[in-house]
């Protein structure tokens, strides 16, 4: 019995063999592609999820509008300069030295003081020079007392001389005509000698007279030149009382006073400095590269430390025509007026020599945003409808947006003080976003600054 039933068993797996080993053959191919079409269902489903699910996410979490401050962009001189670094110098200024030795006696100044020219700066031992300057004064009055005495007895004896020498002239006369009558006879020998005697003595008078005033003549000479001495005298006491008394010999600002009251001083002591700041220079090393854009008149700005504010506007005066060879730079020299005095002597500032000016779009510079190596700003546009939060969205209180913020990207010239040139991807009037860009994300809703409720700001969008 067990035979056949084990026949009949082999017959029958021999007859399942053929279509078992032709299933196996088969098998691996089909579960490939059923699984492929299983992948490719799951797949699509997950990213359907993905894209409902997100675009769900998103609509729930936009804000009802970011707070942001606007401003538009405008046209602006756009200039094209080159900065440099140089130390301004003053045209007038002089370094206060004493003529002669000795202590400081009296400052009439102080540091800062504005002076004219010839006033005091400090005197330097007086006492005994004032003395000297008080004897040689009385000499010189005794001297010209003296002189003016000799002088009017000169006049005094040449007015003697006169009468004396008109009173010869008559006795000359007289003797004469005695002469000639003694010789007609008509009078006496004793008369003529008494008309000659009359006439030698008025000789006589005459040359006595001439005498004295040869005598006074020399006297008067004499007192001339004691009071020329003494005048001379007085007059180096005087100076020497002048070099002692130190006076400034220009108009401008005192500096700091090197010699204090009761200090020794010396013809090679610096005892101040006095400087005129109402015409500055300044030089600058300007570029052999630049050489041929250097022109006399150009003008040149000197700026604030921040490089915002421009101090004073000047031009160029000068133009070195020989090249440094140690540096390749051209020496330019620029003159400032300092009207306002807000420039000082040995100033260090920044200056700017303006090449050319002309217009163009700026934009401040906090409306500037950086991403991946590129540049762009938030333009501020009309929004669509579907762009805004649902109006059961926005907060109590709140109005609603009617903008959102576009990311443009825009190319960069040149910083014009706290604005940037733009020299493609804005056009002038266009509306920016200048503040809150931090809270921004491209077509985001945006209401202006001061439409934001006091003291809120909307969130900034956090949608991945």
Do not use: C, H
């Not at 000799?150 to 004469?176: C, M, P, V, W």
């Not at 947006?401 to 010239?413: I, N, S, T």
Request: glycine fraction near 8%; proline fraction near 6%; avoid cysteine.
């Amino acid at each position: 019995m067990t035979s056949p039933n084990l026949s009949s068993s082999d017959s029958f797996s021999d007859t399942l063999q053929p279509t078992i080993e032709s299933d196996r053959s088969s098998g691996p191919k089909n579960w490939l592609i059923a699984g492929s079409i299983g992948i490719l269902l799951l797949g699509g489903g997950f990213l359907l999820w993905r894209f409902v699910g997100a675009r769900g996410q998103g609509g729930m979490q936009m804000p009802p509008g970011v707070a942001v401050g606007l401003d538009t962009a405008d046209l602006g001189p756009v200039q094209d300069s080159s900065a440099f670094i140089g130390s301004l110098e003053a045209q007038t200024g002089v370094a206060l030295q004493p003529e002669v030795s000795g202590r400081v006696a009296q400052v009439f100044v102080s540091a800062g003081d504005q002076v004219e020219s010839g006033d005091a700066i400090l005197l330097i031992s007086p006492d005994q020079t004032q003395a000297q300057l008080d004897a040689a004064a009385a000499n010189v009055t005794a001297a010209r007392a003296a002189r003016n005495s000799a002088e009017s007895t000169l006049q005094s004896l040449r007015a003697r001389q006169g009468e004396l020498e008109a009173e010869l002239t008559l006795e000359e006369a007289e003797f004469s005509r005695t002469e000639s009558l003694v010789t007609q006879g008509a009078q006496s020998r004793q008369q003529l000698d008494v008309a000659r005697r009359d006439l030698e003595v008025a000789r006589a008078a005459v040359e006595s007279a001439r005498n004295e005033i040869a005598a006074a003549e020399s006297r008067l000479a004499e007192s001339a030149a004691a009071l020329a001495q003494t005048q001379a005298n007085q007059a180096a006491i005087q100076e020497d009382l002048q070099d002692r008394t130190v006076t400034a010999p220009i108009v401008g600002i005192v500096g700091d006073l090197d010699a204090k009251l009761g200090d020794y001083v010396t013809p090679s002591t610096v005892v101040t400095k006095i400087t005129d700041n109402a015409e500055l220079e300044l030089d600058l090393s300007v570029p052999v590269e630049q050489r041929d854009r250097l022109r006399l008149g150009l003008p040149v700005e000197l700026v604030s430390v921040d490089g915002t504010d421009v101090i004073e506007t000047g031009s160029i005066s000068f133009i070195s025509p020989t090249i440094n060879a140690d540096t390749q730079t051209v020496l330019v020299k620029v003159r400032f007026d300092n009207d306002q005095n807000r420039l000082q002597d040995e100033q260090q500032v920044e200056a700017r020599i303006i090449w050319s000016e002309d217009q163009g779009v700026l934009v401040p510079t906090s409306a500037i945003t950086r991403l991946g190596g590129q540049t762009f700003v938030f333009v501020a546009e009309d929004a669509d409808p579907e762009e805004l939060p649902p109006p059961e969205a926005m907060p109590p209180g709140m109005p609603a947006p009617e903008q959102v913020a576009r990311l443009r990207p825009v190319q960069l010239g040149t910083i014009q003080g706290n604005d940037y040139e733009i020299l493609s991807g804005l056009e002038p009037g266009e509306t920016i976003v200048v503040s809150g860009i931090l809270n921004l994300q491209d077509g985001i809703p945006i209401l202006p600054q001061s439409e934001a409720p006091s003291g809120e700001e909307a969130p900034a969008n956090q949608a991945p």
